[in-house]
């Protein structure tokens, strides 16, 4: 079965850009979730999507938004990049949301470096 | 307050010997579940145990096994027979409750095996 896929690996962007990631679940997941990483911040929840509907935010500027598709992919979008949002963005699938025993399981990452 | 704390920036462990990763976490909610993920240098968040807070046995998986003392809110990691494949970062997290949405991570513990 495979893992959580997120694309592109790498992206290198220049202040006052878009950029636009994306995730694919495991198959049969229908929730997706993405979190920020930064060395200060650490691990942070930026959103979370289940059955095309944004469930939950976390506390992030309206530059960030997401969606998903009906067959479970979803894009994270970040508009007007500012130095502050390079990070490791990860995007996390489970079956089901809202349950404290949910078992998140997360992809590689995108690299993001904002010049 | 810090829900998930973890006291134990970087640590060393000899090969083959057994190491304890520190976590402790703070909640008020009966219903919550505690998580442990690895993270090596390539990024990805790779999910190794689990802990529910009514599981009554400590959990264990393979070669990583979970001290859960829940009067004193601590979840520590033990890694037994450590290899060189386990030199990576450690992040404890939680979700609380029934309408849970994300996880809550520790800062993390920054493993190094030596040979």
């Known amino acids: 079965k495979a893992g959580v896929t997120q694309t592109p690996r790498y992206l290198i962007k220049t202040r006052g850009q878009q950029v636009t990631l994306s995730c694919s679940p495991i198959?049969?997941?229908?929730?997706v979730s993405w979190y920020q990483q930064t060395p200060g911040q650490g691990l942070q929840f930026l959103f979370e999507?289940?059955?095309?509907?944004?469930?939950n935010k976390g506390n992030f500027p309206g530059r960030f938004s997401g969606r998903q598709f009906s067959n479970s992919r979803s894009e994270m979008n970040v508009s007007t990049l500012e130095l502050g949002d390079s990070a490791l963005y990860l995007c996390a699938s489970s079956s089901i949301p809202g349950k404290y025993n949910e078992k998140l399981f997360f992809g590689s990452g995108t690299q993001l470096s904002v010049l | 307050a810090q829900k998930i704390t973890q006291t134990q920036p970087g640590m060393f462990v000899q090969e083959k010997e057994a190491v304890t990763l520190d976590c402790t976490y703070d909640?008020?909610?009966?219903?919550?579940?505690l998580f442990w993920y690895k993270q090596p240098s390539s990024g990805e968040m790779i999910f190794l145990i689990y802990q529910g807070s009514y599981d009554q046995q400590n959990a264990t998986e393979g070669r990583y096994s979970l001290n859960f003392q829940k009067a004193r809110k601590s979840a520590n990691l033990v890694i037994s027979a450590s290899q060189l494949g386990d030199s990576a970062m450690y992040f404890c997290a939680m979700r609380e409750g029934d309408s849970s949405y994300k996880l809550i991570f520790g800062s993390g513990t920054r493993l190094l095996v030596r040979p």
């Open positions: 999507y289940f059955s095309e509907t944004q469930r």
């Open positions: 909640t008020s909610d009966p219903s919550y579940g």
């Open positions: 198959s049969g997941h229908r929730s």
